[in-house]
């Protein structure tokens, strides 16, 4: 009897549960409130797009403004402040067609004139921008009627569309006649997009309420709120004692130390492809590194399989080429250079490279085979990739000494004056596969950054073709060519491409991992009502 | 009267210190490599050579060096230290001043911990040199001065924070709800911010000034009178904190004076473990940045701070120490 009892009740209450569960799901829809509270290495510096440079300034101020047009989950570009838009036949004129009645922060509407102006502004000298650069293709901008902004370019220019982000978009009314670099509208913006900024407390925190009248309908966290916390460690307790909903994690974080209970029942992980890859670069000046056979050695001497599992934990993939592998421009079927130390030895013998003495180390005409890489200090994921290829280099015979330099240092001595043999970078990618400042060999001056000087007069056309082609399947081949070039040439031993691995607390719900990441679609994310863990007054 | 004159010699030596320090920070700023648009710049492929050049410019970069300091300069004398190079372009002294009371709250806090802690500390070991107390607190003091203050910080974090939950582990207050709070609330949810990091901070300088009072201590208990008083049959408590601790503290004037400057120094490890906004990490962040004019204000108040601790520690000893002064009239 007694036992019939316990398993009626143990029954009921898995029923109670299961309706509970229901009720979470099938209520009316998301529910509106709660705060995200989210944990950021360093403070943001000016909240006006076109002046700021660091990623947590672009981060808030994306939330603050909007552009002409976003990209969305599967990175296409879609309209955001523009309804829709025409590209003409010749490629040479956009024409934006702007949303009605959407407000600023103080009740003006946004007309094409807040465009024009904007666009003026980054392209005034007077402007202390880093931006400029794609706005100078511009040969005309206009705004025929407030709901009209129409760009004409010198040649067509297909990075341009992308271009029109929230760079540019900026109130005329509060702005015009007044000196951007001295106006504090980069630390009291006002703004259109889903949250406007309520208080920023310098090295401390910035805290955004929703904006009621968005024009996408409001967003359904009342508040966003960022801690800056300048020690990882120090975040992640931060995480673990409950503070923090949402940090970024590193591989050992991920890992190993999240596995605990807490974390399983607060906490959940993601992970994506981070916009980003890291490579060994050659400075293709250096007599060594002439010889592409010499390159395409060194890449089959190292694994990147083992870079991947013993830096990354597993929390990667190797790259291939300059993309990461879910674009949709990515092209899968180039040469690849997996692990073969057979391989590179046959191909160095071919360049001349044997170990004629017997000491162990390759040499060619009584020379050692001997470089150094550099790198910039404080990366430890470098310096373990770097420590891995030296160890892998010394099995086929090649001497590598690594050394690490301070990041100014780094550049403004090695970098920019070409005193170095190789190089171990990242470069972090665009959502455009337009990769011409890298790789055109117009591109090799002083500060440029084709600073391995790589030259290739086909790649130099199909750079120059891509800039100059909208058609999606003509622009994906012609990059999926460029990817085989490169993969041949081996200018780079493409190293690869890390994931980043942000946890978000449990109760967040309608977070959609995509190719674009998963703050695409932020504003849609929600938590039910009876989970909410921050209630205003 | 004399005292006067003694100060005003000490003044007027200042300005010309000032200004040496000041050449030499600029120059030595200048030293290292890379430019302030460095950050904005390097590696950005939409940086135009245009864009650079025009930068430059707009920070008076493309001027001699020595232009750029009489600038400086210029600005100093009529109390403005210039713009931040960093993309905000706010007045330097706007980004110093909200950094500054919160590192001094927390540094003067500390400060006062150590104080607090070693002086009886110093006293008690100097009386009972040789003992076992002696030993146990030599020993402990120096694993304090010897353990790394970050590892100590983490340590407590993980005990405090997350273990017994006593204390939050960063920040300088409640992020939620702090703003209803009433004062005494507000004041006891800063305190409980505080002590970690005040705590902290504090264990690495016990070592330093324990000791320096020990050997005081027992510099002063040898004179001869300390004998005499002993000899008088004054009570031993009366010949320790009467005689011979008055004596004994005043090296501490000269320690105190020199550690002015460090009070508003700040330091970035624990204002970078803790989440402290202050002048610390502002200071490493233009160093990193190459922002000059933000360094240089920092380099400035630093240099006022010092020089004017070493005047008051002077002072302090010409008006503590009868012998001093007694020096200063020989002279006169």
Known sequence: MKGLLTSALIALIFLLLALNEQCLHAGTGPDYGDTIIVGSIGDASILIPMLATDATSHEIAGLIFNGLVKYDGDLNLVGDLAKGWEISEDGLVITFHLRRGVKWGDGVEFTSADCLFGFNLITDPKTPTAYAGDFKEVEKAEAPDPYTFRVRYKEPFAPALSSWGNLVVLPKHILEGKDITKTDFGRHPVGLGPYRLKEWKTQERIVLEFNPTYFEGRPYLDRYVMRIIPD???????????GLDWMGLNPIQYKRQTNTRFFRENFKKYRYLSFSYTYLGYNLRDPLFKDRRVRQAISYAIDKEEIVRGVLLGLGVPATGPYKPDAWYYNPNVRRYPYDPERARALLKEAGWADHDGDGWLDKAGRRFTFTVITNQGNALRDRT????????KQVGIEMKI???????????????????????????????????????????????????????????LLIEGRHTFDREKRKRIYWRIQEILAEDQPYTFLYVPMSLPIIHKRFRGIEPAPAGISYNFIRWWVPKNEQKYIMP | ?????????????????FFG??????????????????????????????????????YGLDKPLYVQYARWLKGLVTFDLGRSFSPDRRPVWDKIKERLPVTLLINCLSMLLIIVVSVPLGVAAAVRHNSPFDHITTVLVYLGYAAPSFWLALLAMILFGIKLEWLPISGLHSLMGYSSMSTMEKVMDWARHLVLPVTVSAVGGLAGLSRYMKSSMLEVLRQDYILTARAKGL?????????????????????????VPGLIGGSVIFESLFAIPGVGQLMWSSVMARDYPVLMGNLVIVAVLTLLGNLLADIGYALADPRVRKGIEGEQ
């Open chain 2, 1 to 17: 009267m004399e005292i006067i004159t003694f100060i005003a010699k000490k003044l007027l030596w200042l300005i010309p210190t």
């Open chain 2, 21 to 58: 320090i000041t050449v030499i920070s600029f120059t030595v700023m200048h030293l290292a490599p890379g430019e302030p648009m460095a950050l904005q710049a390097n590696f950005n492929p939409k940086m135009t050579p245009e864009m650079r050049e025009r930068l430059r410019r707009a």
């Open chain 1, 386 to 393: 770097a420590q891995i290829i030296q160890w892998r280099l």
């Open chain 2, 235 to 259: 009570p031993e408590n009366r010949v320790i904190y009467k005689h011979a601790l008055r004596n004994a503290l005043l090296p501490l004037i000269t320690i105190l004076g020199l550690s």
């Open chain 1, 232 to 242: 990882p460690a120090t975040m992640f307790l931060e995480l673990k004692s409950g």
């Open chain 1, 403 to 461: 050394r690490t330099i301070e990041w100014t240092a780094f550049i403004n001595d090695f970098i920019d004056k070409r005193r170095f043999q190789a190089v171990i970078l990242g470069w972090t990618l665009g959502q455009d596969p337009d990769i011409y400042d890298i790789w055109h060999s117009s591109k090799t001056g002083p500060k440029e950054l084709n600073f391995i000087g790589y030259k290739n007069p086909e790649v130099d056309r």
